[in-house]
C-alpha cells in the first residue's frame, strides 16, 4: 500500500491533495460529500458506489469521479475491495469544473482506467523520492485530469437527439472558428432556433449557456498558448483566442482560472 497526503502548502496550478494505491476499501458514508474532486478506481474485486441514488458498479480497471460536496457512499460487493485514489487541489481547482462540465459523476471505463492506473503509480512513484519535483507533480496531476475531460460527455448524452441536433454542429463551429468574432444570435441561426433556446439546449447537457461554453473553449486555448510559446505577448494571445480586447481577455482569464495570464505562465 502507498498512500500520500498534502503537507505543504498549495502553490502549484494543480496537485494531488491525496493519492494511493493498494487500498483495502471498506465500507464509506459521506452524506455531506467530500471537500475536492475525487476518483476512486478498482484494482481488484469489486465495489458499488452510490450517487444522487444511483448505483454505480465498479470492477477493476473502472472508476468514477464524483464531485466536491456530492453526498455518496462506497459498498464493497466482494470478499476483498482493493481500490487506488486520487483527489485533487492546486491555484487553479477552480477550473475543474469547467474541464468536466460541470458533472457530479464521471465514469471511467476499463481502457481508459488502464492507462489512469500507470499515471497514479507514476506519481505515487516520484512522491517517494527523497525531494519531489512539484512542478513534475503538477504536470501529472493535470494529465490525470484530462482523462475526466475526455470522458464528460457521456455517451447516453452523446445519443440524445436535441443533443446531435443542435449542440453538436454548434460546438464544431465554436471549435472551428474560436478566433472569429462569435455571438449566440450567430450561433443559434445556423441551427434554426433562437438564442435563448440555444443556451437552454447547452445547459441541459453542458451546464453552461453558449456564451460561457464559447469564453470557457477560448480560455482553454489561451492556455496552451501561454504553455507552448513563452514569449507570445499577452495581446497577442488574446487576439488569437478571438477576444478583441487584452483587458477582457485578462478578466475573464482570472474569472475562470482564478490568476491572470502572466501569473499562469510564471507558474510553469
Avoid at 468536466?100 to 507514476?122: F, M
Avoid at 482523462?147 to 447516453?156: G, L, T
Avoid at 460546438?171 to 449566440?184: F, G, H, R, S, V
Avoid at 435563448?196 to 486555448?221: A, D, K, N, P, W
Wanted: hydrophobic share 35%; with cysteine.
Amino acid at each position: 500500500m502507498s498512500i500520500y497526503f498534502r503537507n505543504t502548502p498549495v502553490s502549484a496550478p494543480f496537485i494531488f491533495e491525496s493519492l494511493g494505491n493498494h487500498w483495502k476499501q471498506d465500507t464509506v458514508l459521506r452524506p455531506g460529500g467530500y471537500p475536492y474532486y475525487h476518483y476512486l478506481q478498482t484494482e481488484k474485486g469489486c465495489g458499488r458506489i452510490e450517487v444522487h441514488g444511483e448505483n454505480y458498479s465498479l470492477g477493476a480497471n473502472e472508476g468514477i469521479l464524483i464531485a466536491p460536496n456530492v453526498p455518496h457512499s462506497y459498498h464493497r460487493d466482494s470478499t476483498t475491495w482493493i481500490t487506488m485514489f486520487a483527489t485533487f487541489t492546486g491555484t487553479l481547482a477552480g477550473s475543474i469544473p469547467s474541464m468536466t462540465e460541470n458533472h457530479d459523476v464521471i465514469l471511467i471505463e476499463k481502457e481508459q482506467g488502464a492507462h489512469i492506473q500507470k499515471l497514479i503509480s507514476n506519481a505515487l512513484r516520484k512522491y517517494h523520492q527523497p525531494s519531489p519535483e512539484l512542478k513534475s507533480l503538477s504536470s501529472d496531476c493535470y494529465s490525470l485530469l484530462l482523462n475526466f475531460s475526455d470522458c464528460a460527455a457521456s455517451p447516453k448524452i452523446q445519443e440524445n437527439p436535441l443533443y446531435q441536433r443542435y449542440v453538436v454542429p454548434v460546438i464544431k463551429e465554436i471549435e472551428t472558428n474560436y478566433q472569429l468574432e462569435l455571438t449566440a444570435a450567430e450561433l443559434s441561426q445556423s441551427v434554426f432556433v433562437s438564442p435563448q433556446y440555444l443556451s437552454r439546449i447547452f445547459r441541459r447537457f453542458l451546464g453552461c449557456s453558449v456564451y460561457e461554453y464559447v469564453t470557457m473553449y477560448r480560455i482553454s486555448r489561451a492556455r496552451e498558448l501561454l504553455l507552448s510559446n513563452p514569449h507570445m505577448k499577452i495581446q497577442d494571445i488574446a487576439g488569437a483566442v478571438g477576444f478583441s480586447d487584452a483587458s477582457h481577455f485578462i478578466a475573464m482569464f482570472r474569472k475562470i482560472t482564478g490568476i491572470t495570464p502572466l501569473d499562469f505562465r510564471k507558474m510553469y
